[in-house]
């Protein structure tokens, strides 16, 4: 059959299809000798021989497409490793722009007034406007901002203007405390259990708020005692971490010199985020300090209560008092309101402002050139307080004598809070109790308490001395 009938057979295939109904045709004398029978419809190939048809092999993109995409993709990763190791995510990302847009300008203009050598009230704007601007954003982002701040109120090292101090002082009282919402989910998070089953009472407002966490008083459920909760934020580690690091990365460029103590102050805090290990420590000096009999005699320890802390919670006794700070502050204003008497008293003749009074009195009770030690301090208060009783027992017969009459006016008496606080012996007596509580349990104190007795530590020597020479003879024979 040739090629040019093919189609036509198709076609006829196609009409040999059609239904019942149609007329078939009939077939002519062509149509007879080349007709077939019906068969299903079946597609032919129009050429007669067939061209084999090889796979198209896909392209290949340029190697210039490959080295980008290779360089875009390490780039990408690198970016991503850099941003969760050194910078601690996208959100500690944002706190550290948000820090750099404030701290890179404000050294920048620092820096081009030192070149400029401007005058001091150039310098005294400076500062406040600045520092203004600095306790704005560490209230925005808290965290260890707010730690830096106290630092800079504290002065550690003197390294701060009077102007900042003052400005960071809100820092050290009045940090911005959560909502007891955030609280009450931490506490109960922690005890997996209500607030209410654990506490009779919770204080709504804390009684203080820090860098990491604040604190509540509360009373105990079971046993009614007066306790004080101390709860952490939540992620708080993460964002100290990222702090520090956003800080030593703009002291390496700024201020190098920062570096080292930046490194120390991050190994020290980062101790801090677990309170059960606080509880046990705490707990531990408490003893310690017990059993040398300073608990109780010179300060107070609170007792932790090691079943209710956890790593976010810490509970421990509540101590009534006033800070050591607020104290010696009421301390100088009492002595100036003394002094401004002896000064209206006495009278300020020399217009020095009682300088002259004040020397005599030194040279009188043989006071030291760098201010009074613990023993005259002690002679001093002696003194103040032998005058209160001799003034008390006057008023009190003048009260009996004639304060009764109609009147008259009763003298009021004079407690023993009005004598000053002996300066130097608070002094000694922290550096005496810190140096028990950090050296209490170290190896030297071991060594001493083990050797108590002279005559044990001369055998204990003794001992050594002879091992030590056994051991010299030894190599000494070696050595021959």
């Known amino acids: 059959m040739s090629v040019a009938v093919r189609p036509i057979l198709i076609v006829t295939s196609r009409l040999s299809c059609r239904p019942s109904r149609c007329l078939p045709l009939r077939p002519s004398s062509f ?89 001091d009230s ?165 003893e310690n300090m017990t059993k040398t009999g300073i608990a109780g005699r010179m300060c107070q320890i609170p007792r932790p209560y090691l079943e209710l802390c956890t790593k976010r919670v810490l509970v421990m006794e509540e101590l009534r008092g006033d800070k050591l700070v607020v104290e010696l502050k009421r301390d100088m204003q009492r002595q100036r309101k003394r002094m401004e008497g002896v000064l209206q008293k006495h009278g300020d003749n020399d217009g020095d402002g009682g300088n002259a009074i004040v020397e005599k009195f030194a040279k009188e009770f043989q006071l030291g050139e760098n201010g009074p030690t613990a023993e005259e301090y002690d002679r001093l208060i002696a003194l103040l307080d032998a005058k209160r009783r001799i003034s008390n027992l006057g008023s009190l017969l003048f009260n009996v004598g004639v304060g009764w009459v109609p009147g008259m006016k009763k003298r009021e008496y004079e407690d023993k809070s009005s004598l000053p606080i002996n300066h130097a012996k608070l002094v000694d007596d922290l550096l005496y109790i810190h140096g028990n509580q950090v050296g209490r349990n170290s190896v030297c104190c071991c060594i001493c308490g083990i050797f108590r007795n002279a005559w044990t530590l001369f055998l204990f020597t003794l001992g050594l001395f002879f091992l030590f020479l056994v051991n010299y003879l030894d190599s000494c024979r070696w050595m021959l």
């Not at 190697?63 to 990408?76: C, Q, R």
């Not at 550290?96 to 007034?113: C, G, K, V, W």
């Not at 580690?237 to 390496?252: H, P, Q, S």
């Open 122 to 286: 150039t310098w005294e704007t400076l500062h406040r406007e600045t520092s203004a601007a600095g306790l704005e954003k560490i209230l925005e982002l808290q965290g260890f901002y707010i730690k830096s701040g106290q630092m800079c109120a504290a002065n550690i090292g003197n390294a701060f203007p009077p102007v900042w101090v003052d400005t960071m002082s809100i820092l050290q009282d009045e940090c911005p405390a959560r909502e007891l919402d955030v609280i009450r989910s931490i506490v109960e998070q922690e005890y997996g259990r209500k607030l209410e089953e654990v506490f009779e009472s919770f204080e709504e407002r804390p009684m203080g708020a820090a860098s990491i966490g604040q604190v509540h008083r509360a009373t105990l459920k079971q046993s009614g005692e007066r306790v004080v909760v101390k709860v952490m934020y939540p992620d708080v580690e993460e964002v100290f971490r990222g702090d520090v690091r956003t800080i030593k990365l703009f002291a390496r460029v700024a201020q190098p010199v920062h570096v080292p103590p930046l490194i120390e102050i991050e190994k020290q805090f980062m101790t801090e985020f677990d309170y059960r290990r606080e509880a046990m420590q705490l707990e531990r000096v408490r």
């Open 31 to 119: 149509f007879s000798r080349c007709y077939r029978p019906p068969s299903p419809p079946t597609f032919h190939r129009l050429s007669t021989t067939a061209t084999p048809t090889t796979p198209t092999p896909p392209t290949k993109p340029p190697p210039t497409t490959l080295l980008l995409t290779a360089t875009l993709t390490a780039t990408l990763t690198a970016t991503y490793a850099y941003l969760h190791t050194h910078l601690g995510g996208t959100s500690s990302l944002r706190r550290t722009f948000s820090f750099y847009s404030l701290a890179i300008p404000s050294y920048l203009h620092y820096r081009l007034h030192m070149l400029l050598d401007s005058p």
